[in-house]
């Protein structure tokens, strides 16, 4: 804080004497920030002509309070009969947002996430911080932000399994088909949760990039086996279902492996590599497709094979 003059204005002695209390503001801003009342032209360059208090004597309380204010019915009195003029700590700057101040409050997080630490902020405040009429307390910044991306990513979430089941129905040319393609992303979500948990037990922006990223490559991974299967039976002539199923599978084990295998190799460095500077995002985000790359490739094998055998169309059995 830093030593203000605080002028508290009295309407009624300004009434009395035919000002209003706008005037008096207007006199007072005048005095200390000034005020543009003409311009001055030398050799072609203009100035402006700015009229303000003596710098020298607004330090002065007593020639502040002294401070001559124009009235229309008795000349020039003093301020400090129209206002109540007091000496005071106060803010040396005063920030406005959307015409209402604001005090800014800054901290940085370190060894926490910043979810847990902006709810601890907001539970102790609630208890031991009483706001009054026309208060409010409001987190911006980088929380800001992560809530805000966090909600359109949701929205891309669901738009991305709706986008994925409608191109896996209009390549199969049935839904049931793109279900047992879509097995995978439960299969998936095992491994992505338990990857969450190890990369601190927060759903962050970079986890669900993560999960968005994770479920492509699941699905990819289950149309390589279904669409095997199926030209197993229509192209290639295989009679017997339950081999049919049996040999895509196996067929497109080592495909599998090799594709996972390599996702999840490049992704190893990345995933070991908390704590360094900038990995705040890719870390997480490793972290969630590495575990549910692993755990989607491992029970793909068996879940989709089974289901696929169990739920096929009699057509196909046939």
């Known amino acids: 804080d830093v030593p203000v003059v605080r002028f508290v204005l009295d309407r009624t002695a300004i009434a009395r004497y035919g000002l209003h209390a706008s005037d008096v503001g207007e006199a007072i801003e005048t005095s200390f920030a000034g005020a543009t009342v003409g311009r001055i032209f030398d050799r072609g360059t203009a100035f402006d002509l700015v ?62 996430d910043l979810g847990s630490v902006v709810d601890d902020i907001r539970s102790n405040i609630a208890q031991a911080v009483p706001m009054p009429a026309g208060y409010r307390v409001e987190y911006g910044g980088q929380f800001e932000s ?26 199969f040319g049935r839904a049931r088909d793109a279900v047992n393609v879509m097995v995978n992303l439960p299969l998936a979500l095992i491994g992505g949760v338990a990857g969450v948990f190890l990369a601190g037990g927060v759903l962050s922006v970079a986890s669900m990039i993560g999960f968005i990223t994770l479920f492509g490559i699941a699905t990819r991974n289950g149309i390589m086996l279904v669409s095997h299967i199926q030209h197993l039976i229509r192209e290639e002539g295989v009679a017997d279902f339950r081999k049919a199923v049996e040999r895509g599978a196996h067929e ?67």
């Open 252 to 318: 497109r084990l080592v495909p599998i492996l090799m594709t996972a295998m390599a996702a999840g190799l490049a992704l190893i460095p990345l995933a070991v590599g908390g704590g360094k500077t900038g990995s705040e995002i890719q870390t997480p985000m490793a972290i969630v497709i590495l575990c549910g790359l692993t755990t989607s490739t491992l029970l793909n094998m068996v879940v989709v094979p089974t289901l696929y055998l169990r739920y096929a169309q009699p057509a196909e059995r046939s």
């Open 146 to 171: 992560q809530q805000s991306a966090a909600r359109r990513l949701a929205v891309l979430f669901v738009g991305v399994i709706a986008g994925l089941f409608m191109l896996l129905v209009l390549a």
């Open 51 to 112: 009229v303000k208090f003596d710098p020298s004597n607004s330090g002065d309380f007593e020639r502040v309070a002294d401070l001559p204010i124009d009235t229309p019915t008795s000349g020039q009195v003093p301020i400090r009969l129209l206002a109540d003029v007091r000496r005071e700590e106060g803010p040396n700057m005063v920030l406005r947002e959307n015409v209402q101040r604001r005090i800014v409050i800054s901290c940085n997080v370190a060894g926490r």
